[in-house]
């Protein structure tokens, strides 16, 4: 398309991809073989790279990926190899002209398997560093609380996050929540968002992906200060207003909602529509290992789909600045 050039070039900033969304079939093969991990033998897709590779052709829904996105993540075991899939993030998301990015990564699955909650954020920080030192990339590191686990596991994750200082220290720098949405109660997490609000913990919330526009009006309610998809926003718009007046950022990944089958195209997915309320949204790549796409091939897919203006495209980009969790100085690097 026409625009490719001008968009590869367009100054981005990332706000929704999953680091362990980042672990490609050929690096879940090489540290399963380095760590002497054991992938399921019960299971034909890990078979082989390539059979892995084929299987995530065809993801049924959130919950049919979310199996191989923690299946998969059981190969991390040393803080190297966190700091190394964080790095190997950074340099595609700087080669697609990412200029900051806000990385989700998910403590509880790994803790369940034995590694050490400072082990985790000690690699992916590093791998943050790094990047912040060698990319000129400024980064932001977001805590997410799994909805398919008890809530108990959540609070001690939550008490351990306090006890870190790790808030204080600028390590990390928010929470928000993912996985499983339509099953578990929608405002599983209200005694931590409420907790983390008085501490004013900046907080977001994936609501809206495949669960109806409830669970955003729910996420609003428990203090998200920003939306994790939240495309089913367009089933109500009263409360489309009100995310338009309340500058509500919504982190759209539209590669992802296809694969995962919550719309048939891109063209399904409403950029237009929020265009035209006022809703301010980015566009981002999720978990681009899983989905074959990263950043730019997001913002491609979406400039295919729904032909934008330069003009619209300097809006959405600028939006993401001003929404990004950074310092007015930042922001006026980047804009
Ligand atoms: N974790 C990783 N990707 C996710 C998604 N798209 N929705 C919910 N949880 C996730
Ligand atoms: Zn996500």
């Given at each position: 398309h026409p625009l490719h050039e001008f968009l590869a070039g367009l100054p981005k900033c990332e706000h929704h991809v999953h680091l362990e969304g980042c672990l490609t079939p050929e690096l879940i093969f090489q540290l399963a073989a380095r760590n002497g991990v054991t992938l399921?033998?019960?299971?034909?897709?890990?078979?082989?790279i390539e059979a892995l590779a084929d299987r995530?052709?065809?993801?049924?829904n959130l919950d049919d990926f979310l199996h191989y996105y923690f299946e998969g993540m059981a190969v991390l075991q040393s803080e190297s190899d966190f700091a190394d899939l964080a790095w190997a993030y950074f340099l595609k998301a700087h080669a697609d002209g990412v200029h900051h990015a806000e990385v989700f990564f998910d403590p509880q699955v790994h803790q369940d398997r034995g590694i050490p909650y400072e082990t985790i954020v000690a690699g992916f920080s590093e791998g943050c560093k790094r990047a912040e030192r060698e990319l000129g990339l400024s980064t932001k590191l977001i805590l997410c609380f799994l909805r398919?686990?008890?809530v108990a596991s959540a609070n001690e994750l939550y008490e351990k996050f306090l006890a870190s200082g790790d808030y204080e220290k600028g390590t990390i720098h928010g929470l928000g929540w993912s996985s499983s949405e339509v099953g578990p109660p929608k405002d599983m997490f209200r005694e931590i968002y409420a907790s983390a609000r008085e501490k004013n913990i900046r907080l977001t919330a994936h609501a809206g992906e495949e669960g109806d526009s409830t669970y955003i009006s729910t996420a609003l309610e428990l203090g998200a200060q920003r939306i994790d998809?939240?495309?089913?926003?367009?089933?109500?718009p009263e409360l489309m207003k009100r995310v338009a007046r309340e500058n509500i950022l919504l982190t759209v990944c539209p590669v992802s909602n296809v694969k995962l089958q919550c719309?048939?195209?891109?063209?399904?997915?409403?950029i237009r529509k929020f265009l035209e309320a006022g809703v301010k949204f980015s566009i981002n790549s999720d978990d681009p290992a899983y989905f074959g796409a990263y950043i730019l091939e997001n913002y491609c897919a979406v400039q295919e789909a729904h032909k934008l203006s330069v003009l619209e495209w300097r809006i959405v980009a600028e939006n993401a600045v001003q929404e990004s969790w950074i310092s007015n100085e930042r922001k006026a690097e980047l804009l």
């Open positions: 399921p033998t019960d299971d034909p897709a890990f078979a082989s995530y052709e065809r993801f049924a398919h686990l008890p998809h939240g495309i089913n926003l367009i089933q109500d719309v048939k195209s891109v063209a399904e997915v409403p």
